[in-house]
């Protein structure tokens, strides 16, 4: 399932619109809420995301990548998701420095597969760099990975 997945990623990367944008997206999330297991088992206690976006036109992006669990086990899968930003920025925090909102969710293949809302903020640092500042509820049928409640921070590039 796992080499499919990567096949899609590579075959959507290589044959994107001129009219959209493709960006390397490194993210970092930590626990904020960790549910004990009933069974002892391991929990997510951190989660090192790396994946290619494609932005459309219209505010649509598209992500797909590897994911780390870091912290009490190591485990890595493929992840996939969607997000939709605003289109116009919400505020702006400092001068030059526009601030999106955006709604998104996805999924992770780790042991059990892992879907995911999430919303946050994505905030223009450059003409070519964004800053993603994010929450996630991870849900599964694990429990492993059920209950989460991620913070997260990313850099597109």
Request: net charge negative; charged share 15%; hydrophobic share 40%.
């Amino acid at each position: 399932m796992k080499p499919l997945f990567f096949a899609i990623l590579v075959l959507v990367s290589t044959n994107v619109l001129a009219e959209g944008q493709v960006a390397s997206l490194v993210n970092f999330e930590s626990t904020a809420i960790r549910p004990d297991t009933e069974n002892g088992n391991s929990n997510v206690t951190s989660i090192l995301n790396t994946a290619m976006e494609y932005t459309t036109p219209s505010n649509v992006s598209f992500y797909g990548g590897f994911s780390f669990i870091l912290g009490e086990d190591f485990e890595s899968a493929v992840t996939a998701g969607s997000r939709f930003y605003s289109s116009t920025p919400a505020f702006q925090v400092f001068p030059g420095l526009p601030m999106w909102s955006f709604i998104g969710g996805g999924i992770s293949f780790f042991d059990k597969a892992v879907y995911y809302p999430e919303a946050g903020f994505r905030i223009a640092t450059s003409d070519t760099s964004r800053l993603d500042v994010y929450i996630k509820i991870l849900n599964s049928s694990s429990d492993v990975y059920n209950e989460h409640f991620m913070i997260g921070a990313g850099l597109t590039f």
